[in-house]
């Protein structure tokens, strides 16, 4: 019989790190469900039903115990987060591309659980957007009545595409109009728009995000995550955002518009703070997430793309490898040489 | 008294199983039926035996002599025969055997003649060496020789005695027993130690899960009238590994590179100050400790025990569950299971725990880190675990000692909150001793070089001396020629200024010579033969300087193409792994 010390162990798994982190995510689902509609509901299933089965065929054709690994629960984050990221009425199709995408490809090919360089969830959204970059952006009004029955045809394909659908999220529809407007247009004037835009972000999506915010508090208080990686990529928004509408408040939103609107808090809390594709050193995680909080801002605002977490993220996993070298702490006893 | 305590950074909370075991008093292990008594009991050298099979031995009488200054006695733990002195089996993870003393108990327990020493005459020197004599070593768990760290730094001052009384390790309990009932001959051990360290203050750290431990040390402390003073530290696993004891009641962080001395700080158990107290007030040398047997047991408590009782006997007494299928020898963090139950106990046993899935649940399967980061939050050394590991798994070691593989203090703690099961401490003591293997094999590699290039420039010395040698003897030979050349020469000189007709070939310098002196021209021509012999030495070490500057461009490699580079390359490296096995070869030349 060999078994090393120690030979008391606390409870804890890879899957129960995950079922929290799916825990953290039901507020924020419950908003969207809620406000914006049940659509999302049939997305979640369509992803974790695609990546589980993505999942156990990449397993078995790599001779993995799929009783081992199927369980631990990574693809269904990684689910969740894709469809959460892609618009609720996107084509069945589209979140099953993006979700194999993320399995296959950017976890499995990479070598599977803890081997990718990438967030597997971002890697499907920038693959999406890039190659179906009308639907991606085709994003329900919030005042859409349509009932779950209609939503799931929509999804499925059974009904066409109606108008309704090619509204902006509230972020895409402001950079438009302050585009088209060209200087014509403040923001104060944009915000009054109650069609689109709620108390302080994007009607209904600000408690969308909200939610977001409140499980992710709760994952910093369970110790699932540290305070470093929201603080900073929460702090950069800020600041950044804040220093623009100082200088011109009628052509840049304020920080709180910024910071519930699109994917800020989602990243904030559970994109950025993806142990795997992150940063590990607590000066690296500020780094590292202060870097993601400043592209999400200038891509969102003067790039292309509706919304700037996903590339942002992406391009500070390109610089974790380097961040953590340069970042180690100093250890016990070496702090004067440090 | 209030105190600024520090905190050392991670550490962890399992849960402490330690009230099982600390509600009875401490019971007599009785006799066993032999004891078997390992000669390496300490850090340093191994102490000879000094019995043989057939002896007698008294209790307490000397059997393994200390060898060298870091190293302790071993004595008899009881009266008997000896057995043998034979290889067993060690309470060592490795499973290997080791030199052991076997004594059979004659029932009588007979003591050796022993009594109390003047400690108040004695000089700190003698102190030192009568605590080696009786074997006095760190109970803790390290077994370091205790008088080789009695001794102050030189050069900094000492700040604090550190008296650990922490106890961190769950199901152990013994230093809390041993503080609870012997608190003063504890606090009278700790004064011989203050007295030979001279420190400025003297720490007892006790966790404050054992508040009755510490209430019965400070009421010793007051009773003795000492300034010591006992400190509660909070209960958080390391806080009893002596690195963190001493940043929490000091704020002092010793390197793994450093002494702690040299930061004027000092640490010792409470269990080896007891035993120091023994050895200086009672004459007796450490032949039992205090250990608790605990885990899957009907009766856990604490047993003062004989060193080399086989510790299934020990076992016994605490009556296991007929579930138990290992001990575990130390606590569940950084505990081991012994090779079996005849393994005996030694000074640097402070628990067994009878081990079963009941116990100590089997491990789920080891997953793929996942880089959470957990194992670097709890570390006590803030290392960072994750990054070793996947090094240690790679084999690159270099990797791992730059991310300061040897200050790991093998806790465990990082492997305790490892959600993916990763057993870390193993991966790290693997990297750690291919390191050790490896230094080695390059010490041995060195050394066979070091001795090749020695014969070689042996050889090379014979034969120069050899040369010489010849050079000389071919010089003395030609001087023997000119001096009988010059000796014909001066005869004919002679025989010219005596009027005699004669050949005028003489050498022209033996002849200006010999007009310009009243010399005797015999040892004129003594002088110049001389003079060719050194000639022809010097000439022959130019030669000979010569040939090796010649010899030496050979070697060289300055000209050479990549490809003759990498061919010599190749073969130094042949050399390098053909040279030691070409070690016993010499020898036996």
């Known amino acids: 019989m060999f078994a090393p010390a120690p030979f008391l162990l606390k409870n804890t798994s890879v899957s129960q790190v995950m079922l929290q982190v799916c825990i953290a995510l039901v507020p924020g689902i419950a908003a969207y469900a809620w406000l914006v509609g049940p659509a999302i509901l049939v997305q979640l299933v369509i992803a974790t039903l695609t990546a589980l089965i993505a999942e156990a065929l990449m397993l078995r054709l790599q001779h993995k115990p799929l009783a081992m690994f199927l369980p631990d629960g990574s693809a269904i984050v990684t689910a969740w987060l894709i469809a959460l990221t892609f618009p609720p009425l996107a084509p069945w199709w589209l979140v099953v591309t993006g979700t194999l995408f993320a399995i296959v490809i950017a976890k499995h090919l990479y070598g599977g659980l803890g081997q990718n360089p990438f967030n597997p969830a971002m890697v499907a959204f920038a693959v999406c957007i890039v190659s179906f970059p009308a639907l991606m952006s085709q994003w329900p009004s919030i005042g859409l009545q349509a009932s779950l029955i209609e939503q799931i045809n929509i999804i499925l394909g059974f009904s066409p595409r109606i108008d309704a659908l090619s509204g902006a999220t509230p972020l895409d529809a402001m950079k438009t109009a302050l585009k088209l407007g060209e200087g014509g247009i403040d923001v104060a004037q944009l915000l009054a728009n109650q069609d689109i835009y709620g108390n302080f972000a994007g009607r209904g999506w600000e408690w969308v995000a909200a939610g977001y915010l409140l499980g992710g508090l709760w994952m910093w208080q369970r110790k699932l995550i540290t305070w470093h990686t929201p603080f900073a990529f929460i702090g950069a928004v800020t600041l950044i955002s804040g220093a623009l509408w100082l200088y011109n408040p009628a052509q840049f939103a304020n920080p709180l518009f910024h910071l519930f609107s699109g994917g800020t808090m989602l990243g904030a809390f559970f994109i950025a703070t993806d142990p795997v594709s992150g940063c590990t050193t607590p000066r690296g995680k500020l780094i590292f997430a202060a870097g993601a909080g400043l592209l999400t801002y200038i891509i969102r605002v003067f790039g292309g793309y509706p919304d700037g977490v996903a590339f942002a993220i992406l391009l500070m996993n390109l610089c974790v490898p380097v961040i953590d070298l340069l970042t180690q702490p100093p250890i016990f006893g070496m702090k004067d040489k440090a | ?589």
Not at chain 2, 286 to 302: D, E, Y
Not at chain 2, 398 to 421: L, N
Not at chain 2, 547 to 575: G, H, L, W, Y
């Open chain 2, 1 to 589: 008294m209030l105190m600024n305590l520090f905190k050392f950074k991670g550490g962890v909370k399992p849960p402490t199983n330690k009230t099982q075991s600390n509600t009875l008093p401490i019971a007599q292990a009785p006799l066993p039926s032999r004891l078997i008594v390992p000669l390496h009991q300490s850090i340093g050298g191994t102490p000879r035996p000094v019995v043989k099979a057939g002896d007698h031995v008294l209790k307490g009488q000397l059997i393994g002599e200390a060898d060298g200054w870091i190293s302790a006695a071993v004595h008899a733990p009881t009266s008997g025969t000896v057995l043998e002195v034979a290889m067993h089996v060690q309470p060592h993870p490795s499973g290997l055997d080791a030199m052991c003393v076997v004594i059979e108990p004659d029932g009588r327990d007979k003591w050796i003649a022993h009594g109390p020493l003047d400690y108040a005459a004695m000089a700190p020197e003698a102190v030192r060496e009568h605590l080696q004599q009786s074997g006095v070593v760190g109970l803790g768990g390290a077994a370091f020789p205790t008088h080789g760290k009695l001794t102050a730094s030189k050069t900094v001052p000492m700040d604090e005695l550190i008296i650990n009384g922490a106890e961190c390790e769950p199901f152990i309990t013994c230093d809390d027993l041993l503080m609870r009932e012997r608190a003063e001959e504890v606090v009278r051990g700790i004064g011989i130690f203050r007295d030979l360290l001279q420190p400025k203050k003297v720490l007892i750290g006790i966790e404050d899960n054992k508040p009755e431990a510490a209430a019965a040390m400070r009421a010793a402390v007051d009773a003795l009238n000492e300034p010591f003073l006992v400190i509660q530290v909070p209960t958080l696993y390391p806080a009893g590994g002596a690195k963190q004891l001493i940043r929490v009641l000091t704020g002092k962080e010793v390197p793994a590179a450093k002494r702690s001395t040299d930061l004027g700080v000092q640490c010792f158990n409470v269990a080896t100050a007891y035993t120091a107290w023994r050895a200086i007030a009672h004459g007796e040398p450490v032949v039992s400790r205090l250990v608790t047997v605990s885990g899957n047991v009907h009766a856990p408590r604490n047993y003062e025990v004989l060193i080399g009782t086989p510790m299934g006997e020990l076992l016994k007494l605490a009556t296991p569950h007929p579930d138990t299928d290992g001990i575990v020898m130390g606590g569940p963090m950084m505990g081991f299971l012994v090779p079996n139950e005849q393994v005996p106990v030694i000074k640097a046993t402070n628990c067994l725990i009878a081990h079963s899935d009941r116990v100590f649940p089997p491990k789920a399967p080891e997953m793929p880190c996942i880089r959470c980061g957990a194992c670097a939050e709890v570390c006590p050394h803030e290392l960072q675990p994750f990054e070793m590991y996947w090094f240690s798994r790679a084999k690159n070691f270099g990797k791992t000692q730059e991310y300061h593989i040897f200050d790991c203090i093998e806790c465990g703690c990082c492997s305790f909150v490892c959600p993916s099961r990763i057993p870390l401490v193993q991966y790290f003591r693997f990297a750690k001793s291919e390191i050790w293997a490896r230094e080695r094999e390059k010490n041995a590699a060195d050394g066979a070089k070091t001795r090749f290039e020695f014969k070689q420039l042996r050889d090379e010395r014979e034969k120069a001396e050899k040369a010489e040698k010849l050079a000389k003897v071919a010089a003395a030979q030609a001087a023997k020629k000119a001096a009988e050349a010059a000796a014909a020469a001066a005869a004919e000189t002679a025989a010219a200024e005596t009027g005699a007709p004669g050949n005028d070939s003489a050498a022209p310098e033996s002849k200006a010579v010999a007009e310009a002196t009243t010399l005797p021209d015999a040892t004129l021509t003594t002088v110049d033969a001389e003079k060719e012999a050194k000639r022809a030495a010097i000439a022959a070490a130019m030669a000979r300087a010569k040939a090796q500057r010649d010899a030496m461009p050979a070697k060289n490699t300055e000209a050479v193409t990549i490809e003759q580079q990498r061919a010599i390359d190749d073969i130094e490296a042949r050399r390098a792994v053909l040279a030691p096995a070409a070690v016993p070869g010499e020898k036996t030349e």
